[in-house]
């Protein structure tokens, strides 16, 4: 090309590009097609051209043009570069591979070659080749901002957090004003535990960049790590005011309102994220989680059910929507569901425990052997299992439910420092006791705790309940609450607005009802909502938890050789830890055995304990019994349809006609004392006796035979039959209790005996003494006052008779 032509032809080229800064890309093009016919063996020209098709979105035409630059000149690396740019827009990351690798055997020293490769390997997954890559960049190009960034991210998702760091605080020293550094520094502190300096850095973004949504979010997460929760609320709302599609940080949004116990608007929340992302299943069980502790059980069941569908792998969501299920007594829906879970992940968190408690709420018992030897070693090995509750009736051993407890406690409730120490209180006037439950309903709670409420002394003990439960109108929530002092109802509030009220009355004596049962809440107490914390009716066994001070028992409960297994400071009653009313309503109307199912003649064996009480080596020792003892019948409670028939194969696997299994219906309480008259012998199970329907069964003078175990749960029964004077019907083997339970059933003069005995002790029987019982237990009350005036620690209270 001589002089002129080439002159000439750089002419073009410049008004090309004037062209193509303008966005004329069209007039372009038509200039480059006719200098192209001029000069067909020019590559500028093509290579040109390639931009202008690409600058057009007309990709396939750019390549066809910067393929032609390199059949003209097969060393044009702008061309090779080109086409892997316009490669990795195609989504073609391997034919960009190719080119960026030709690049680079032209000019080994081309950074942005170097780069490219860099950010297709991270998004293959290659991070050991992106970061190869990234510092081959930073060895020709020291300075190389977007590369120390880029290598920060590939180093973190690599898990060497460290490294990360350093890459991005150079990103930063480079560049002060780079926001994206900023926000990664964030992100790989708050990875390392530096949540402070994660905060600085998240902020340092949103101050160089105030629209930086992400960054906003980042923001949220840290501090509600660090448990600034309020301040979290206010990080999220402006990642959403910035992006109002912004679902995660909808979903995030909900997460602290739950926690902060703003139902109601992490409801609205999580509603939000699902609007916006549709196929959001974590919103979905998120909001499912909500509405259940909101008592919106149907909508509950709803969203996890939308979380499966969205996410048909989602364990989560499948456990959670068989333990509403379970609550809404859909129960074989609910062993459904469980069963996903336990397929998708037999060892996700605490699902074992669960899992077993509902196969026996059904009566099912395959694999129990096996799966009752994994539940002990995983407990054993500290795993997180079970829930505490289910493991009362699991195994009888205390130590391994305390430890199972302090596992529970330390994941879900552990103590937390958010709130300032409880300085002593100025003596009162009165001691300020507070009642915590969900139970202030027609509730087995109530039933005995009534009279006692009644009884407290009100001129020394000031009464306040703070109720978490239904407000159901009942006669029995009639009945109690005018007991106190103070009757409020809570439960909208969350458990830190709840221990800030207990705070701000001065509470001296918080007494939880609830434990580790269905509708307690346990974080009242983690938070400390009282100076004084009692474990006390509601969860028979220890709460794993240090901030609770005592728990209320008895010596047939914990004998002093079992104190080491309580994380409470034992209080002895001087009788039977459980407290009664002194009368209970007795319907009046006439009942006999016929029209309740049962035979006219023959002897009628009873136990009226849920389904889940009822273990395979408790069932079979009752069929021996039933064998043993000709016409007799065992008359149980129905817990649920396939409970019964279960527990009827059962009983015919082991030689016993199902007909000889009879299930009591539910029936309202004054009925349900009627009838228990029927019945002749009262069987208890193990290791988790019977409660109420032992001191029920006691009271209408049936006598009930319990076999004593090693824990709580297992001595509850012993505890009241001590108290009406009945020890005869303790027993401490397997062996000792079906012989004297088959003794009262074929020896009629000897029943007789105890069954008068029983009706004699009744009326002067310690367990049915409300009056004394409230007595005693606030001397415990005092005393545990005493010592913390005094400043002194929790210790263990025994009260004399």
Same mark, same amino acid.
């Given at each position: 090309?001589?002089?002129?032509?080439?002159?000439?032809?750089?002419?073009?080229?410049?008004?090309?590009?004037? %062209?193509? *800064?303008?966005?004329?890309?069209?007039?372009?093009?038509?200039?480059?097609?006719?200098?192209?016919?001029?000069?067909?063996?020019?590559?500028?020209?093509?290579?040109?051209? $390639?931009?202008?098709?690409?600058?057009?979105?007309?990709?396939?035409?750019?390549?066809?043009?910067?393929?032609?630059?390199?059949?003209?000149?097969?060393?044009?690396?702008?061309?090779?570069?080109?086409?892997?740019?316009?490669?990795?827009?195609? $989504?073609?990351?391997?034919?960009?591979?190719?080119?960026?690798?030709?690049?680079?055997?032209?000019?080994?020293?081309?950074?942005? &070659?170097?780069?490219?490769?860099?950010?297709?390997?991270?998004?293959?997954?290659?991070?050991?080749?992106?970061?190869?890559?990234?510092?081959?960049?930073?060895?020709?190009?020291?300075?190389?901002?977007?590369?120390?960034?880029?290598?920060?991210?590939?180093?973190?998702?690599?898990?060497?957090?460290?490294?990360?760091?350093?890459?991005?605080?150079?990103?930063?020293?480079?560049?002060?004003?780079?926001?994206? +550094?900023?926000?990664?520094?964030?992100?790989?502190?708050?990875?390392? $535990?530096?949540?402070?300096? &994660?905060?600085?850095?998240?902020?340092?973004?949103? !101050?160089?960049?105030?629209?930086?949504?992400?960054?906003?979010?980042?923001?949220?997460?840290?501090?509600?790590?660090?448990?600034?929760?309020?301040?979290?609320?206010?990080?999220?709302?402006?990642?959403?005011?910035?992006?109002?599609?912004?679902?995660?940080?909808?979903?995030?949004?909900?997460?602290?309102?739950?926690?902060?116990?703003?139902?109601?608007?992490?409801?609205?929340?999580?509603?939000?994220?699902?609007?916006?992302?549709?196929?959001?299943?974590?919103?979905?069980?998120?909001?499912?989680?909500?509405?259940?502790?909101?008592?919106? #059980?149907?909508?509950?069941?709803?969203?996890?059910?939308? +979380?499966?569908?969205?996410?048909?792998?989602?364990?989560?969501?499948?456990?959670?929507?068989?333990?509403?299920?379970?609550?809404?007594?859909?129960?074989?829906?609910?062993?459904?569901?469980?069963?996903?879970?336990?397929?998708?992940?037999?060892?996700?968190?605490?699902? #074992?425990?669960?899992?077993?408690?509902?196969?026996?709420?059904?009566?099912?018992?395959?694999?129990?052997?096996?799966?009752?030897?994994?539940?002990?070693?995983?407990?054993?090995?500290?795993?997180?299992?079970?829930?505490?509750?289910?493991?009362?009736? %699991?195994?009888?051993?205390?130590?391994?439910?305390?430890?199972?407890?302090?596992?529970? @406690?330390?994941?879900?409730?552990?103590?937390?420092?958010?709130?300032?120490?409880?300085?002593?209180?100025?003596?009162?006037?009165?001691?300020?006791?507070?009642?915590?439950?969900?139970?202030?309903?027609?509730?087995?709670?109530?039933?005995?705790?009534?009279?006692?409420?009644?009884?407290?002394?009100?001129?020394?003990?000031?009464?306040?309940?703070?109720?978490?439960?239904?407000?159901?109108?009942?006669?029995?929530?009639?009945?109690?609450?005018?007991?106190?002092?103070?009757?409020?109802?809570?439960?909208?509030?969350?458990?830190?607005?709840?221990?800030?009220?207990?705070?701000?009355?001065?509470?001296?004596?918080?007494?939880?009802?609830?434990?580790?049962?269905?509708?307690?809440?346990?974080?009242?107490?983690?938070?400390?909502? +009282?100076?004084?914390?009692?474990?006390? #009716?509601?969860?028979?066994?220890?709460?794993?938890?240090?901030?609770?001070?005592?728990?209320?028992?008895?010596? &047939?409960?914990?004998?002093?050789?079992?104190?080491?297994?309580?994380?409470?400071?034992?209080?002895?009653?001087?009788? *039977?830890?459980?407290?009664?009313?002194?009368? /209970?309503?007795?319907?009046?109307? *006439?009942?006999? /055995?016929?029209?309740?199912?049962?035979?006219?003649?023959?002897?009628?064996?009873?136990?009226?304990?849920?389904?889940?009480?009822?273990?395979?080596?408790?069932? @079979? $020792?009752?069929?021996?019994?039933?064998?043993?003892?000709?016409?007799?019948?065992?008359?149980?409670?129905?817990?649920?349809?396939?409970?019964?028939?279960?527990?009827?194969?059962?009983?015919?696997?082991?030689?016993?006609?199902?007909? /000889?299994?009879?299930?009591?219906?539910?029936?309202?309480?004054?009925?349900?004392?009627?009838?228990?008259?029927?019945?002749?012998?009262?069987?208890? !199970?193990?290791?988790?006796?019977?409660?109420?329907?032992?001191?029920?069964?006691?009271?209408?003078?049936?006598?009930?035979?319990?076999?004593?175990?090693?824990?709580?749960? @297992?001595?509850?029964?012993?505890?009241?039959?001590?108290?009406?004077?009945?020890?005869?019907?303790?027993?401490?083997?397997?062996?000792?209790?079906?012989?004297? &339970?088959?003794?009262?059933?074929?020896?009629?003069?000897?029943?007789?005996?105890?069954?008068?005995?029983?009706?004699?002790?009744?009326?002067?029987?310690?367990?049915?003494? !409300?009056?004394?019982? !409230?007595?005693? %237990?606030?001397?415990?009350?005092?005393?545990?006052?005493?010592?913390?005036?005094?400043?002194?620690?929790?210790?263990?209270?025994?009260?004399?008779?």
């Amino acid at each position: 090309m001589n002089k002129k032509n080439k002159n000439l032809l750089d002419a073009h080229i410049k008004s090309i590009f004037t %062209l193509y *800064s303008n966005g004329q890309i069209k007039k372009a093009l038509d200039i480059i097609k006719a200098l192209i016919n001029d000069y067909p063996n020019e590559p500028l020209l093509f290579n040109i051209s $390639g931009i202008c098709y690409k600058a057009n979105n007309q990709l396939d035409a750019a390549v066809d043009s910067f393929e032609k630059a390199i059949a003209i000149k097969p060393d044009d690396i702008k061309a090779y570069f080109n086409l892997g740019i316009i490669h990795m827009e195609m $989504g073609k990351l391997g034919n960009a591979i190719r080119f960026y690798e030709k690049v680079l055997v032209l000019n080994p020293n081309y950074t942005d &070659a170097h780069y490219n490769l860099g950010v297709i390997f991270k998004e293959l997954g290659n991070l050991d080749d992106a970061v190869k890559s990234y510092k081959k960049v930073l060895d020709i190009k020291p300075n190389h901002v977007a590369a120390y960034n880029n290598l920060g991210v590939s180093l973190k998702e690599l898990g060497h957090q460290e490294e990360a760091v350093k890459s991005y605080k150079k990103a930063i020293a480079i560049k002060p004003d780079f926001a994206d +550094a900023h926000n990664n520094l964030g992100v790989s502190l708050k990875e390392l $535990g530096h949540l402070e300096e &994660a905060v600085i850095s998240y902020k340092k973004a949103i !101050t160089i960049k105030p629209d930086f949504a992400d960054a906003c979010n980042n923001l949220g997460n840290v501090l509600k790590d660090l448990s600034q929760l309020d301040t979290a609320v206010i990080a999220y709302k402006n990642a959403i005011t910035i992006k109002p599609d912004f679902a995660d940080a909808a979903n995030n949004l909900g997460i602290v309102l739950h926690e902060l116990g703003q139902l109601n608007d992490a409801v609205k929340s999580f509603e939000m994220a699902i609007v916006i992302k549709p196929d959001f299943a974590d919103a979905a069980n998120n909001l499912g989680i909500v509405q259940h502790e909101l008592g919106q #059980l149907n909508d509950a069941v709803k969203s996890f059910e939308m +979380a499966i569908v969205i996410k048909s792998d989602f364990v989560e969501a499948y456990r959670n929507h068989g333990k509403v299920l379970m609550e809404i007594n859909r129960t074989d829906e609910a062993m459904v569901s469980y069963e996903s879970a336990f397929s998708l992940n037999p060892d996700l968190d605490f699902l #074992l425990g669960d899992y077993l408690h509902i196969k026996r709420k059904l009566g099912i018992w395959d694999d129990w052997a096996t799966h009752l030897n994994e539940l002990t070693i995983k407990v054993n090995n500290g795993l997180q299992a079970t829930s505490p509750f289910p493991l009362l009736g %699991l195994i009888d051993n205390p130590e391994m439910q305390k430890k199972s407890a302090e596992i529970f @406690s330390d994941k879900f409730y552990p103590q937390s420092y958010d709130l300032p120490k409880i300085e002593v209180y100025p003596r009162h006037k009165k001691i300020r006791i507070a009642y915590f439950s969900g139970d202030f309903h027609n509730h087995p709670g109530m039933h005995l705790m009534a009279e006692l409420f009644e009884c407290h002394n009100k001129i020394f003990f000031e009464l306040i309940a703070f109720s978490f439960g239904p407000d159901t109108h009942d006669k029995w929530r009639q009945r109690v609450s005018v007991c106190f002092d103070q009757f409020i109802d809570v439960k909208l509030k969350s458990d830190r607005e709840i221990s800030l009220l207990a705070r701000k009355m001065e509470i001296d004596i918080a007494v939880n009802r609830g434990g580790y049962t269905q509708g307690g809440r346990p974080n009242i107490f983690a938070e400390g909502c +009282a100076p004084i914390q009692v474990n006390y #009716l509601g969860y028979p066994g220890t709460t794993g938890a240090e901030y609770m001070d005592y728990i209320i028992a008895d010596r &047939a409960l914990i004998p002093e050789d079992k104190q080491q297994y309580y994380s409470e400071k034992i209080v002895y009653m001087p009788n *039977s830890y459980q407290v009664n009313m002194s009368n /209970r309503e007795v319907s009046k109307n *006439s009942l006999i /055995r016929d029209e309740l199912g049962l035979p006219v003649k023959g002897f009628v064996f009873c136990c009226f304990n849920n389904a889940y009480k009822i273990t395979p080596s408790t069932f @079979s $020792g009752w069929m021996r019994i039933l064998s043993a003892v000709e016409d007799s019948v065992l008359w149980l409670f129905e817990s649920n349809t396939t409970s019964n028939k279960n527990l009827k194969n059962e009983a015919i696997k082991l030689g016993i006609n199902e007909d /000889r299994i009879i299930f009591a219906k539910r029936m309202p309480v004054e009925d349900h004392l009627n009838r228990i008259k029927e019945a002749d012998l009262f069987l208890d !199970t193990l290791p988790y006796n019977a409660h109420t329907t032992a001191s029920d069964a006691l009271r209408m003078g049936l006598p009930v035979l319990t076999c004593e175990g090693n824990s709580f749960a @297992s001595r509850v029964a012993a505890s009241l039959l001590r108290a009406v004077n009945l020890p005869e019907l303790i027993t401490t083997t397997q062996k000792q209790y079906e012989s004297l &339970a088959i003794q009262l059933a074929t020896n009629p003069e000897k029943l007789k005996m105890i069954k008068d005995k029983l009706i004699y002790n009744i009326p002067t029987a310690v367990l049915y003494d !409300t009056p004394l019982y !409230t007595r005693q %237990l606030e001397s415990a009350y005092l005393e545990m006052y005493e010592r913390y005036q005094n400043g002194l620690n929790p210790d263990h209270i025994y009260l004399e008779h």
